[in-house]
Every structure is written in structure tokens, then in C-alpha cells.
């Protein structure tokens, strides 16, 4: 993967900023460790952090395309999974490369195709094209938004990167917040598809192309979900779905460095983990590496509970012996997570989901000594249906977004905002209007029953809402160690395929995911096919929330914490009290870790709150 950069004027003479564009493209160092290079015209400076994966010497950034009518500049993040295809159709053509890389694929299918081009990617990828012919300047992104793409205009100015704060080192541009913004950050906790939080800064939507011109802006569409009606019997069913599989591994696993793999133990990785060792073996390859994060005394500390119903280690070692991989446990005590819980908001730009993301980071980081790519087996939950809130009836039937009808640890889940900010974002009103918004962009299936119809929804706001945050955590989570992570399960072709699939099928065998069980039934064991779904984990140290919850009850005896006017302080330190010696849970950790991060990230950003 790699981190783009760029600054276009239509007016403004950009040929003396190089300093400039040079110091935004920095700021994405760990995005692509391997090489910086920046492009600089008269009304475009583009730069290119590069991490290499394939063609170590052809894929160079910026590339340039010259003839007569001017240039086409590309700066591109991702990989194409099907660039070998394209680069045989594209020679066809008359085309003629000079390098082995799918970033040339790249930006001679958009020579050949134009606006056309992403209908034909099968990939992950964000990237811009500085078209000099016509003066105009092109942004995509991939069809689920594995990759990231923010913008921003002022003036006659448009800035885009693959992450805000290459934004913010440019002079022009600030990070401040307004009431929607926080309202984003304090109450959908997914934030909304194309909202950024920061005032004056957008992201480029999954699936979207956005055309600028002197003259303005063009959005569209190139790729959305589509309902009609599903015609395969049960057994064609899984079959397909366990051929796209194998058919998205195997191409996924294509690359110049070194491919390792995540290992949970639960379904979703352990069938990706399996398929691709499987791979390896074929083509005569040393065993697949794969890895897997735990706690200490995590056996001592675990309760099984309505979201992890097991401890993942037992469940490893299973899959791994199974599947013939080289593994390595890695384990991190209380001292690790605390000392790297501001890696969530630097790496993100924004506060984000303690923790989870602290150990993940630092699962990366250890990956990153022996590889340059992983695999890992996330979406499977949002595409196939696998969390609880699919399955409890309160849940479902809950007029709100599934996720939030997860019972918390307030029964008034606002009541710590300070009184300014509840007047000032409206909680309740917020997050009812961004609900209802999103219904109406579910595309319905004419007859449905009214049960798949509800289902249909809730999947619709799980892969458009939920699905983005997890893939944005583990976008900057890996991208901060330099490793590229990949995720056969956003494949757009499977994800089309198995939208269409009723509900009643898809939990084949009464058990969440059961169509997805099935298609991994010739890969592994029976009891590691049907153990039940365990999200992520996260530490149960009782350790940990006494020492988080210190560091909270510090914060709010800070006089000069910008996070105090926001929130209600006498509440807070009630709650503080009240948890003493409560029973760790993961709702407890996440909502004392954000308010930490939200302090730190206001301190360290110097966001300007503006209400």
C-alpha cells in the first residue's frame, strides 16, 4: 500500500511548492516507508509515499504519461487483483508497458478507458488522476472503501490524501469541528459514510468518482448494491461462494514480498488462513505464517459474555496444526496497551476504539519484521450476517442503527454530555435523522416478506456503516506499521453475489453464517466450522480499567482540559466511582478509553471547537 498526496489551483501558480506538497507527503511516511517522490506543475503538485509489493524497481510514483496534448499524472494507493488480465487486454489494444507494475495498469486503463476504467478494477484502491489534457482531476475510490481518500476545497484549490493529516500540513487548511462533527464523534460512534468530522474536509465514498473542474464538481456512482431476486438452489449456493473464495485468495496472495496471514480461530480468518495455506502448498512454497494477538493472564481475567463467548488461543492452535501453518502467538500485557493507546488518533486522525486498536497496531508491528502483506478475514460479519445484533429479535427490530441497540453500561447513553453540547448537536435528533437517511438508500426487492426486507436493511447499514469504521481501523492500524493488509471478503463479486441471498439461506443449518460455513466445510474441521462467532478480542485486566479509569479521573481534574466544557463533569466522576470494582466489560473499556482519546486528540491536534 502506499499514501497519496496532492494540491491542484486552476488560478494559483503552484511551481514554487514543492517545499510545500513535500512536507504534506511526509506526514505519510509509514504509509509507504519505501520511497517519496512528488510532481510539480503550474496548477498541480502531486506526491507518492510508496510501500513496495510488486515491481520493486518499475512502480515508481508519481507516474507519468506525456504526449502531445499535455500529461496524465497518477498517484494511486491499493492493488489491482486482476491487473494481469487488464495489462493482457490493455496490450491488445496497442498498449505498451514499460514496467511489471499494476499501478501502469492503472493509469493506462484510465489512457484507454477514462471514467469507465473503475468498472473493470477488481481490487482495493484509492487514487487521483491529474489530467493536463483537460485540465481536470479525477478521485476514486474501491467499491467497498477498503482504501481511504479525503478532500478538500478552498478557493480555487482542491487538496486530497490518503489520510487528513497530510492535510493539515498544508498552511491553508485547519482542523476544526462543529456541532456536526462532534455529534459524530459524541454520538453515531460509526461515523457517517462521507463525513469526515473535521469542518470543510470530505471522503470520497466507496464506489464513487468525483470529477473536478474549473467549473465545479461531478460525483457519481460507478458501483452500488443491486436486489433481484436469488435463483440458485442451497448447494450451488455455497459452492459458488467456495469457488469465489479460492479464486479471491489465490489472487490475493500474488506479490513480489513476503504474504502472511491473521489467525483468530473463528470462521472468517480461519477458512482464508486454510484456503491460502492450502495455495502454498501447491505451488511448493514454505508453510503460510500466520499470527493471532492475546493477553496476559487472559485465562485468568476472561468472562465469556454476550460479545466473546471464548478465549480465541485454544482455537488457534486447532487451525493452525489443522492447516499446517507456521504460527506465532503474540502476547501483550497491560503496560503495552497503555503506553500505545495515542496510536488509535494519530494513526486515524481522529479518537478511536482503544485497546483493540492498541493490540492490533501491535500485532501489525510484529507481523511487519517477517512480511509485507497479510491477510485477514474481515467483513465476512457484515457481508454474511455474524454479529449478535443480527440475530437477537430486539435487536433487529430496533428502530436505530443495530449496532447501538447493543445494551450499555448508561441507561441514558448522552447523559454524561454537558448540557451546551447536548442543546448544541442534539443527540437524539442526530443520530434519528442519519437512520432514517440511510433507509432510504436501501435498494429494496419488489415482494419481499417482511423479514428478509428488515434483514436487507440491517445488512445494507452494516456494509455501508459499521463495515467502513472496522476497515478504516485496519487501514491506519496496519498502514502505521507499513504492512499492507488485504481482505478477500471485500471482493465486490462475492459481496454482490451474497447480498441477494435470503436471509432464511444464509443462516442455513440455524446458525449464524451457516451458508459461509458450508462453503468452508472442505477446508476445516468440524468443530472449528460450527464454534460460534467471537468478535476481536479485548483485555478483561481488571489491571487496565483501574489504570484507564485513573487516567480519566485525572483528565477531569484538569482545569485546562478542552475536553471538560463538553461533557458533564459531576456525572462522570459519579460514574468513576460507581465502577469500582465492577466486572471489566468491553462496553466500560471503549467508553472510558474514547473520552480519553478525545481529550488527548483536542490537546495534541489543536482542534478548534466550534459550536
Known sequence: MCGIVGWID????LSSERATIEAMTKTLYWRGPDQQAVWVSP????????????DPDGGVQPMVYEESRGRVVLAYNGEIYNFQELRQ????????????SDTEVVLRGYLQWGEELPKKLNGIFAFAVWDERNRELLLVRDHLGVKPLFYAQIGESVFFASEMKALFAHPDINPEVDAEGLAELFVMGVRTPGHAVYRGIKEV???????FTQRGKQESIYWELQSK???????????HIRELLRDTVKRQLVADMPVVSLLSGGLDSSGIAAIAAEEYRKQGKEPLRTFSVDFVNSERDFKENLMHRSLDTPWVKRVSEHA?????????NDEDLIQHLSISYRARDLPGSGNMDTSLYLLFKEMKKSATVALSGESADEVFGGYIWFHMKEMVEADTFPWAAVISHQDEPFSYLSEEMKKAIRPEEYIRTRYLEALQKVPRLDGEEKEEARMREVLYLNQKYFLLMLLERKDRMSMATGLEVRVPFCDYRLVEYVWNIPWKMKCVDEIEKGILRRAFADVLPHDVLYRRKSPYPSTYSPTYLQLIRDRLS??????????LPLVSTSKLRDFLKGIQGQEV???????IERLIQIDSWLREYKVKVVL
Open 10 to 13: 486552476w488560478k494559483r501558480d
Open 43 to 54: 496548477t498541480a503538485a502531486i506526491g507518492h509515499r510508496r510501500l513496495i509489493v510488486i
Open 89 to 100: 487486454e490493455l496490450q491488445s489494444l496497442g498498449h505498451r508497458f514499460k514496467t511489471r
Open 205 to 211: 465514498l466507496p464506489g464513487q468518482l468525483i470529477r
Open 229 to 239: 431476486p436469488h435463483t440458485d438452489d442451497l448447494k450451488t449456493t455455497y459452492l
Open 324 to 332: 499446517k501453518t507456521d504460527h506465532q502467538l503474540v502476547i501483550f
Open 554 to 563: 485525572a483528565i477531569l481534574n484538569d482545569a485546562h482540559s478542552p475536553l
Open 585 to 591: 466489560s468491553f462496553q466500560l473499556l471503549s467508553f
